[in-house]
Each structure stands twice: as C-alpha cells, then as structure tokens.
T-cell receptor
Framework: GAVVSQHPSRVICKSGTSVKIECRSLDFQATTMFWYRQFPKQSLMLMATSNEGSKATYEQGVEKDKFLINHASLTLSTLTVTSAHPEDSSFYIC???????????FGPGTRLTVT | AQSVTQPDIHITVSEGASLELRCNYSYGATPYLFWYVQSPGQGLQLLLKYFSGDTLVQGIKGFEAEFKRSQSSFNLRKPSVHWSDAAEYFCAVGLKAAGNKLTFGGGTRVLVKP
C-alpha cells in the first residue's frame, strides 16, 4: 500500500516548450503533495507544497509562474514546467501525504531533459 | 534557520564491515526523522523513521538508527554491509507544525569494496 506514481518517468522536450508531470497516489487520499527537484549529485530541494483544492505554496526562489502546480483531486497533482530551458533539466520527485499517517510517500521521479 | 547536516559526502566501506552514517539537525523542536536510500536514477526508499518513543529504531535491510536528543543526531548504522548497499543515503527531518515539509541533508554516497 501507499504507492505514489509519476508519469512520465522520462521526458525530453525542446527549449521553449512546456511539459506536464503527473503525480498520483494510487491507494490513498493525499491531502498534501510536495514537489522536489534534484540536480545531479545533489540533494532534494523542496519546490512547492500543494494542498487539494487550494493554491500551491512555493519555496523561496522558485518561480510560481514557471512551475505551475495543480492539485485538483485527492489523488492527483500536476507540475507543469512552462517555457522550459536547459537549466530546468533535472530529476523531479513528488511525494504525497495523507490519511496513512505522518510520513510522505515518494514517487519514482521524472527525469526531464530540455534540449 | 532549520538545517540538516550529513558531514560525510562519501564513505567507502568493505563488504562485511560495519557502516555508520552521520546526521545532525538544527531545529527548534524535536522533529520527525527519516533515513532514505536512493539508487542511481531511482526514487527514494524509506529505510526507517522516528516519531517518538524508543530512540533506537529498526528499519529495513538490516539498518538501524539512534536518536540522540542531546546531540541533535540521528545516525544510521548497519553491522555488516552488502555490495547492494552501495547507494546514496539521505537523512531528512520534518515538523508537523511546519506542514510536514521535509528538509533533506546533502546526502552521503556509500561505496562498497569487494
């Protein structure tokens, strides 16, 4: 139980285009979802927190107009990287927190490459 | 400011030897504490967690960790390392009062020598 999926697992897009990443909690309701970014050989950095039905809260330094987060249901949150640039290439990981207790459950991550 | 420190960036250990990874945190209150493992290109796997109670926590894959409040530490240990333990290890802390957001340490890469 407590499975979180991400789709796609890998995506390559051209500079200037937008890409959407989905995060789903498969067997529980996620009241809160978190989005992290991880650059090669670095740790995870929290980008934003999204609560179902409300606007996401972004961490300092994260552009909310560039990284659009939607948490439309208790099982789905999406991250859209708008007008992607090569420096946005990274590993994006989501996690979900909900009715299972006090820990976050992590998705397998999405590797974004912007060419 | 809240912070999590993993002092060792790399650790090399021989297969069969013991392993200890250090984690220190700076928080205003006792947070929830976690250790995760990440293989290259993969997501995070939870090894163990501490919320309250017994300060020695047992996890999966033979790992354990000890919470020491006086030292603000939560070190991870394994008595005998297997080659499959080669990975990146992250310590993370969270506060329920802070919306359960996690702050991660910088990570420790473990290399296992045959």
């Amino acid at each position: 139980g407590a499975v979180v999926s991400q789709h796609p697992s890998r995506v390559i897009c051209k500079s200037g285009t937008s890409v959407k990443i989905e995060c789903r909690s498969l067997d529980f309701q996620a009241t809160t979802m978190f989005w992290y970014r991880q650059f090669p050989k670095q740790s995870l950095m929290l980008m934003a927190t999204s609560n179902e039905g409300s606007k996401a809260t972004y961490e300092q330094g994260v552009e909310k107009d560039k990284f659009l987060i939607n948490h439309a249901s208790l099982t789905l949150s999406t991250l859209t990287v708008t007008s992607a640039h090569p420096e946005d290439s990274s590993f994006y990981i989501c996690s979900a927190f909900g009715d299972r207790g006090e820990e976050q459950y992590f998705g397998p991550g999405t590797r974004l490459t912007v060419t | 400011a809240q912070s999590v420190t993993q002092p060792d960036i790399h650790i090399t250990v021989s297969e069969g030897a013991s392993l200890e990874l250090r984690c220190n945190y700076s928080y205003g209150a006792t947070p929830y504490l976690f250790w995760y493992v990440q293989s290259p290109g993969q997501g995070l796997q939870l090894l163990l967690k501490y919320f309250s109670g017994d300060t020695l926590v047992q996890g999966i894959k033979g790992f354990e960790a000890e919470f020491k409040r006086s030292q603000s530490s939560f070190n991870l240990r394994k008595p005998s390392v297997h080659w499959s333990d080669a990975a990146e290890y992250f310590c993370a802390v969270g506060l329920k009062a802070a919306g359960n957001k996690l702050t991660f340490g910088g990570g420790t890469r473990v290399l296992v020598k045959p």
